[in-house]
């Protein structure tokens, strides 16, 4: 079943039509059901959720907000330990009467502290499908991290100045992980978490000591205390970056946590470096060596990977543990083979049929070797996206989600949209000006091998309406696709196929989860899978190993424009105030998701 390889005929079932419905809309023949809910009690002790009566300390043991990033760790067939990044708050949606950070209670502003972070859950099989999550006996692996949970970094920049303060004048154990978006899995069984928007969690970026001065603005923290501002730093002083200018260097890293040692301190793998870490999808190399695959999700920012010195040993635990400590970290460079003239701004394709090229993975640092000019070692890592600025990459539509598709080994990269671009900064692999929608790029690795330095590119998707001439799917008959918009986090399924999320839809209806061939006669046949609640965004996905199950974060439902409690725009899952949460899908006769 696996030779087909991303071509896959069997995708069945029909389309979901974009719609505005304030539900989980899936095909025919589908259930679903949510898995766990913002506020469902994870550790012992914790009460169940009640919106009128919250407490940090209550958060704390409870399911954290706005779920993103999920990843299933099989213990036997019927149970499974399920992690699930606790991207960010929205106070607004949270609270009655909520007007900003500077008059939140601290009792307010210490619950949202402990909404952040992930959890670890154990879950269980409920049918051939479906999945529960466990309420009863002994759950040893449940947890909660939030941004006070004790860490640790380890790797080339531990220990240095620039990652000092005065709570920790080692440099060593930084408190709390903050915006943990989407993410990946090791094949040890641990889970790597990335560090996406943590410039929003400080004020005073504009009075720390000059020198530093250019990191901040690169980085965009934010200056002064502005009304948006959620005011961590009226419970925490180190949120204060006047008081505590270096607290910042200490986010903005992936994260390794292990979820089957509910002991074990969460790891801040500095060798991966530091920027608005995106993905850290992980492969093999062909010799053997670690690879591992990240994006930066802002605007004309970077795609990069990290490539260990040393090979992955199966079964060899305490030495796997040690590869994300050294290696090599690069970034992307793509050219284009068409010529710069049919690459216009138009949006259309160039004569060669194909936005396509090659493309070079550039070295910045490995160990204490510094590869860019005028950087530290330590530098390059601490601020990444000043290295790469140097060293010519190419600047993407932001790139987020980007995984290695296990049956064909091309890699996947979603650009969720970019409308900054303007006409005279296109280039064939960003090849729209105020590019709204988005779209799909796909490497394909010199030799088919992700420890090398080259690769081949092309994009076999460009979002939008497939009425827009300039959106393209791969050549497939455009009256047959649906309709995507902002494509946000990748998945495959066994059979290879492209299973693709979407974040902030621009064609007026819901986010959703989409799935595509990507080879054969079906590539580029794009259908819709489900779609989300209002206002919310589709995170994750997951398709289980088994093809039975399609897990999906259902993140920030009801998140719109003057949205709040009394008045929310989603009343999701509960037909109360909307809460973000985990939903899983299944086929109702226990059929192959897809059919
Ligand atoms: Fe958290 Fe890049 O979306
Ligand atoms: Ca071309
Ligand atoms: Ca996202
Ligand atoms: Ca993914």
Do not use: H
């Given at each position: 079943e696996l030779a087909r390889g991303g071509q896959s005929g069997d995708l069945r079932f029909t389309p979901v039509a974009p719609n505005k419905n304030d539900k989980l809309t899936i095909p025919d023949g589908y259930r679903s059901s949510v898995v766990v809910r913002w506020g469902d009690p994870v550790l012992p002790g914790a009460p169940a959720f009640d919106f009128d009566n919250q407490s940090a300390d209550a958060q704390a043991k409870q399911f954290g907000y706005n779920c993103d990033y999920v990843t299933l760790l099989p213990m036997g067939r019927d149970r499974a330990l399920l992690w699930v990044n606790h991207e960010y708050t929205n106070e607004a949606l949270m609270f009655r009467g909520y007007t900003g950070g500077a008059a939140a209670t601290e009792e307010q502003i210490k619950i949202a502290l402990a909404a952040h972070g992930g959890s670890v859950v154990e879950i269980e099989r409920a049918g051939a499908g479906e999945w529960k999550l466990v309420?009863?006996?002994?759950?040893?692996?449940n947890r909660r991290i939030t941004a006070q949970t004790k860490m640790k970094f380890s790797g080339p920049a531990a220990g240095s100045d620039l990652l000092k303060t005065a709570a920790d004048p080692a440099g060593r154990t930084p408190v709390g992980m903050l915006n943990n978006c989407s993410g990946g899995t090791t094949p040890w069984g641990t889970v790597l978490t990335a560090e996406e928007n943590f410039d929003q969690y400080f004020v005073n970026g504009d009075k720390v000591p000059e020198a530093q001065k250019p990191y901040i603005t690169r980085y965009t923290i934010t200056t002064g205390?502005?009304?948006?501002?959620?005011?961590?730093d009226r419970v925490e002083e180190r949120f204060d970056l006047a008081k505590h200018p270096q607290e910042a260097n200490r986010f903005g890293w992936i994260v390794e946590i292990d979820p089957f040692d509910p002991d074990s301190t969460p790891i801040k793998r500095t060798a991966l470096g530091r920027f608005k870490h995106e993905a850290a999808n992980t492969t093999l190399a062909r010799d053997g060596r670690l690879v591992v695959y990240m994006g930066d999700d802002s605007r004309s920012e970077y795609i990069y990977k990290f490539v260990s010195k040393n090979r992955y040993i199966p079964g060899f635990d305490r030495h796997n543990r040690t590869l994300l400590d050294e290696g090599t970290l690069y970034v992307a460079k793509f050219t284009g083979n068409s010529p710069a003239s049919e690459i216009d701004g138009s949006g259309k394709l160039p004569s060669d049929g194909e936005f396509d090229g090659s493309g070079e993975w550039i070295p910045l640092v490995s160990g204490d070797k510094s590869y860019v000019d005028g950087m530290t070692a330590v530098e390059v890592l601490v601020y990444t996206r000043l290295a790469a600025d140097k060293v010519g990459a190419t600047k993407m539509d932001r790139p987020e989600d980007m995984e290695r598709n296990p049956v064909t080994g091309a890699v996947y990269v979603a650009l969720t949209n970019n409308t900054n671009r303007t006409a005279a900064q296109?280039?064939?692999?960003?090849?729209?000006?105020?590019?709204?929608h988005g779209h799909i790029l796909e490497i394909v690795e010199r030799r088919d091998d992700a420890g090398e330095k080259t690769f081949a590119w092309s994009l076999p998707l460009v979002c939008g309406d497939p009425n827009d001439p300039t959106t393209y799917f791969a050549g497939y008959d455009k009256t047959k696709v649906s309709p995507i918009s902002c494509p946000d986090n990748v998945a495959f399924d066994r059979d290879g196929n492209l299973w693709i999320s979407t974040d902030g839809n621009q064609l007026g209806s819901n986010d959703g989860m989409f799935v595509m061939p990507v080879r054969g006669k079906e590539r580029g046949h794009l259908r819709q899978f489900l779609t989300v609640p209002f206002g919310a965004e589709t995170c994750g996905p997951l398709v289980t190993a088994d093809q039975r199950s399609v897990f999906v974060a259902v993140q920030h439902p009801g998140e719109t424009d003057g949205a709040n409690p009394d008045n929310p725009s989603s009343r999701w899952p509960d037909g109360d105030q909307p809460r973000p949460s985990v939903a899983v899908v299944w086929h109702g006769q226990g059929k192959k998701i897809g059919a």
């Open positions: 309420t009863r006996g002994r759950r040893r692996y205390t502005p009304s948006g501002s959620r005011r961590f296109v280039d064939e692999a960003n090849p729209r000006p105020s590019n709204k």
